[in-house]
C-alpha cells in the first residue's frame, strides 16, 4: 500500500511537471541581415574610425510563456570578416590583413550561458557568457543586452569593448607606420531575429 501511495505522488509530480512544461513554447527567430546593423568603432592617432559589416547571419531560440521571455535557449551569429567596409579601401584592405581573413572568413559569437534575465511587458535585459571567435581564436566573454520581444520579432542591442590583441590581432597601421590604431575597438549591434 504504501509503494502504490509513493507511485501515485510520482505520477501526480510527473503530470503536473509536464503540464507545466507545456506552457513553455520555445520559439525560433532568424536573423534578418538588412534590418540589423553592427558597428565597429576604433581610435587612431590622427582620427577616429568605423567600420560596419554587410554581411550577418544568425539564429536565436528562447522559451516562452504567454509571451514573457523565460529563457534564452540558443544564440548564434556570424559575420563574413571582409563584410566589414568603412568607406576607404585602403583601411579595409589594412583590416583584412590583420585579421588574417584569406584564412578565417568569419568572426562568430555563441551564446554558452544565461546568468540572469530581467524585465517584463516585452523589454528585458540579459547577461550571459558566450564563445567569440575572430581571426580563429576562440575567447569566452561577458556579453549583457537588451531584448525587445514581440509576437514575430527578437530584437538584441548592446555594445562590447574588446582589446584586438586578446585575439592575435596587431592593430592595423597606415602609410608605412605614421598611422596607428588603438588596440580597444567597440563592437556596437542591434540584431533583429524574425520568426
Given at each position: 500500500?504504501?509503494?502504490?501511495?509513493?507511485?501515485?505522488?510520482?505520477?501526480?509530480?510527473?503530470?503536473?511537471?509536464?503540464?507545466?512544461?507545456m506552457?513553455?513554447?520555445?520559439?525560433?527567430?532568424?536573423?534578418?541581415?538588412?534590418?540589423s546593423?553592427?558597428?565597429?568603432?576604433?581610435?587612431?592617432?590622427?582620427?577616429?574610425?568605423?567600420?560596419?559589416?554587410?554581411?550577418?547571419?544568425?539564429?536565436?531560440?528562447?522559451?516562452?510563456?504567454?509571451?514573457?521571455?523565460e529563457?534564452?535557449?540558443?544564440?548564434?551569429?556570424?559575420?563574413?570578416?571582409?563584410?566589414?567596409?568603412?568607406?576607404?579601401?585602403?583601411?579595409?584592405?589594412?583590416?583584412?590583413?590583420?585579421?588574417?581573413?584569406?584564412?578565417?572568413?568569419?568572426?562568430?559569437?555563441?551564446?554558452?550561458?544565461?546568468?540572469?534575465?530581467?524585465?517584463?511587458?516585452?523589454?528585458?535585459?540579459?547577461?550571459?557568457?558566450?564563445?567569440?571567435?575572430?581571426?580563429?581564436?576562440?575567447?569566452?566573454?561577458?556579453?549583457?543586452?537588451?531584448?525587445?520581444?514581440?509576437?514575430?520579432?527578437?530584437?538584441?542591442?548592446?555594445?562590447?569593448?574588446?582589446?584586438?590583441t586578446?585575439?592575435?590581432?596587431?592593430?592595423?597601421?597606415?602609410?608605412?607606420?605614421?598611422?596607428?590604431?588603438?588596440?580597444?575597438?567597440?563592437?556596437?549591434?542591434e540584431?533583429?531575429?524574425?520568426?
Open positions: 500500500m504504501k509503494s502504490y501511495g509513493t507511485i501515485k505522488v510520482l505520477i501526480t509530480a510527473m503530470i503536473v511537471s509536464i503540464g507545466m512544461n506552457n513553455l513554447n520555445a520559439q525560433s527567430y532568424t536573423l534578418n541581415n538588412k534590418s546593423s553592427l558597428i565597429v568603432e576604433g581610435t587612431s592617432n590622427i582620427h577616429d574610425w568605423t567600420m560596419e559589416a554587410e554581411s550577418t547571419s544568425g539564429t536565436i531560440s528562447a522559451e516562452m510563456d504567454e509571451g514573457k521571455l529563457e534564452i535557449d540558443a544564440l548564434r551569429f556570424t559575420a563574413e570578416a571582409e563584410g566589414l567596409k568603412s568607406g576607404k579601401s585602403g583601411m579595409d584592405k589594412n583590416a583584412y590583413k590583420a585579421l588574417n581573413t584569406s584564412k578565417y572568413k568569419k568572426i562568430t559569437y555563441e551564446l554558452k550561458n544565461v546568468k540572469e534575465i530581467t524585465g517584463s511587458n516585452g523589454n528585458y535585459k540579459a547577461k550571459t557568457t558566450g564563445s567569440l571567435e575572430i581571426a580563429g581564436v576562440k575567447k569566452d566573454i561577458a556579453l549583457n543586452f537588451n531584448l525587445t520581444i514581440s509576437p514575430d520579432k527578437i530584437i538584441l542591442k548592446g555594445e562590447h569593448n574588446l582589446n584586438m586578446d585575439y592575435g590581432v596587431e592593430p592595423p597601421t597606415a602609410m608605412f607606420g605614421t598611422i596607428t590604431t588603438g588596440e580597444t575597438v567597440k563592437i556596437k549591434f540584431t533583429h531575429f524574425n520568426k
